[in-house]
Structures are given as structure tokens and as C-alpha cells.
């Protein structure tokens, strides 16, 4: 049973960051933004262990203080900004494997620009991967404010609709008569060191959707955000 399971948080929390400097440190309501995702972890019943990976000796020491691990530091190319997330969770695994004889069997993936989850949900998200054993991972999706029947290209200098195979046209449509859509809101990801490693992949194929309110998601990538998300936690607690 998953009582036993070795379950594994890596946070990837680089120094470096375009539209915030040090976006990782940024406080929130006098908390740095890396110490959401770790207590967040922690708060887990399932997750046994929590790594924060990053190349960033200021971000390493807070890091600790709210009580992760830094196993090894990220070296300068795992953390340019160019880097997906899959060879940096591959440096840490395979990096624990080799030094600590140390195999996870769920690996969950918190990202930090995501200062808002409960640790339920994040159990519900392992939950679903443990319970669904084909299944290569679960990401967490919401329902989107546009709706993609509503979106265009521009093709040709006209507007173009993306969903025209669909529907010929799509934007016509009432609300009521849309069918269900999600997009990855990048709060919760759990998957297997087999979809990484095997498949090469953070997700897999076979991905399966844990479904949460759009009001419940935030991701932090310009300043103006930093500032709704203060504004949201005050409201939240």
C-alpha cells in the first residue's frame, strides 16, 4: 500500500528567472515564494521526502530552513533558461540513485510559481497515478476563462479559427453548448521515474487529469502576479 511507497517531492527552483530577479525568494506576505511549494509537501500524509533542486547557494539555504533537502547543487548548464524540466529531474534521480541507492517509486513535482495548494489535493493528484497503474502520470488542469472554441490564428491577415475542424464555426457558440475543455495550470504534477527515464518524458503519453477549480489556480510569472497572489493568499488562509 502507498503507506510504504517511497514518494519524492523535487521543487526546481533556479536563481535565475526573466521577469522577476530571484523570482524564487520573492515574499509573499513576508514568505519566500520556494517555502509555499516545501510546506506544502511536507503538509503531504503520502510525500516522504522533499528536494529542492537549484544552483543557488541563497535559495539552497532558505530552502533548508523550511526543511527540504539539497542533495547536490544543479550545475551552471541545468540552470540556464532554455532548461525543461526533464534533465533536471533526471540529474536529481539519477544523482540519489547512484549516491544513495535511493529509487522513488512516485516522483511529485511542485513547482514553486504555484504558492497556492492544499495537500489534499496533492494527495488526491498521487492517489490517482498509485491507483491508475497503466497511467505514465497526473497533471492538475483547469477549465480555461477563453474558451479555445473562441481563439483564432491569423492567417493570412484574416482571422482564422483554431477549432474550424470542429465545429465550422466555433465561436458562434453559446457558452452552454461548448464542450468541456482544460489546460495545464502547472500547479500539481505527479508522475513515475519510469515515464522520465523510459519514455523521456515528464508526462508520458498517458496522462491522467486531476481537475481543479480555475479560481484555485495561480502561477507567478510577472510582477503583477506576485502582487494577485498576495492578494489572493490574505483571502485564502
Same mark, same amino acid.
Given at each position: 500500500?502507498? %503507506? @510504504?511507497?517511497?514518494?519524492?517531492?523535487?521543487?526546481?527552483?533556479?536563481? =535565475?528567472?526573466?521577469? *522577476?530577479?530571484?523570482?524564487?525568494?520573492?515574499?509573499?506576505? =513576508?514568505?519566500?515564494? $520556494?517555502?509555499?511549494s516545501?510546506?506544502?509537501?511536507?503538509?503531504?500524509?503520502?510525500?516522504?521526502?522533499?528536494?529542492?533542486?537549484?544552483?543557488?547557494?541563497?535559495?539552497?539555504?532558505?530552502?533548508?530552513e523550511?526543511?527540504?533537502?539539497?542533495? *547536490?547543487?544543479?550545475?551552471?548548464?541545468?540552470?540556464?533558461?532554455?532548461?525543461?524540466?526533464?534533465?533536471?529531474?533526471?540529474?536529481?534521480?539519477?544523482?540519489?540513485?547512484?549516491?544513495?541507492?535511493?529509487?522513488?517509486?512516485?516522483?511529485?513535482?511542485?513547482?514553486p510559481?504555484?504558492?497556492?495548494?492544499?495537500? %489534499?489535493?496533492v494527495?488526491?493528484?498521487?492517489?490517482?497515478?498509485?491507483?491508475? &497503474?497503466?497511467?505514465?502520470? $497526473?497533471?492538475?488542469?483547469?477549465?480555461?476563462?477563453?474558451?479555445?472554441?473562441? $481563439?483564432?490564428?491569423?492567417?493570412?491577415?484574416?482571422?482564422?479559427?483554431?477549432?474550424?475542424? @470542429?465545429?465550422?464555426?466555433?465561436?458562434?457558440?453559446? @457558452?452552454?453548448?461548448?464542450?468541456?475543455?482544460?489546460y495545464?495550470?502547472?500547479?500539481? #504534477?505527479?508522475?513515475?521515474?519510469? &515515464?522520465?527515464?523510459?519514455?523521456?518524458?515528464?508526462? =508520458?503519453?498517458?496522462?491522467?487529469?486531476?481537475?481543479?477549480?480555475?479560481e484555485?489556480s495561480?502561477?507567478?510569472?510577472?510582477?503583477? #502576479?506576485?502582487?494577485?497572489?498576495?492578494?489572493?493568499?490574505?483571502?485564502?488562509?
Amino acid at each position: 500500500s502507498w %503507506e @510504504r511507497m517511497k514518494i519524492l517531492t523535487i521543487i526546481p527552483a533556479r536563481g =535565475g528567472s526573466k521577469g *522577476i530577479k530571484l523570482k524564487n525568494l520573492s515574499k509573499i506576505n =513576508g514568505k519566500p515564494l $520556494v517555502a509555499f511549494s516545501i510546506e506544502h509537501s511536507l503538509a503531504s500524509k503520502l510525500i516522504n521526502r522533499t528536494i529542492v533542486s537549484t544552483d543557488n547557494e541563497e535559495i539552497a539555504k532558505v530552502s533548508e530552513e523550511y526543511g527540504a533537502e539539497i542533495p *547536490i547543487f544543479r550545475s551552471k548548464e541545468l540552470a540556464g533558461d532554455n532548461i525543461l524540466d526533464l534533465p533536471v529531474f533526471e540529474h536529481m534521480l539519477t544523482y540519489l540513485k547512484e549516491e544513495e541507492n535511493y529509487e522513488p517509486e512516485i516522483v511529485v513535482h511542485l513547482r514553486p510559481t504555484s504558492p497556492y495548494r492544499k495537500a %489534499e489535493w496533492v494527495d488526491s493528484a498521487i492517489k490517482l497515478l498509485i491507483e491508475n &497503474t497503466s497511467a505514465d502520470s $497526473v497533471r492538475s488542469v483547469s477549465e480555461p476563462s477563453q474558451h479555445p472554441y473562441r $481563439v483564432f490564428e491569423i492567417k493570412n491577415k484574416y482571422l482564422h479559427p483554431l477549432m474550424n475542424e @470542429r465545429h465550422p464555426e466555433p465561436y458562434l457558440l453559446r @457558452r452552454q453548448d461548448l464542450p468541456k475543455m482544460y489546460y495545464y495550470n502547472c500547479v500539481i #504534477d505527479v508522475t513515475k521515474p519510469s &515515464t522520465i527515464f523510459n519514455k523521456k518524458s515528464m508526462t =508520458g503519453d498517458k496522462m491522467l487529469p486531476y481537475i481543479m477549480k480555475p479560481e484555485d489556480s495561480i502561477d507567478i510569472d510577472k510582477p503583477m #502576479d506576485l502582487e494577485f497572489a498576495k492578494f489572493f493568499l490574505k483571502r485564502r488562509v
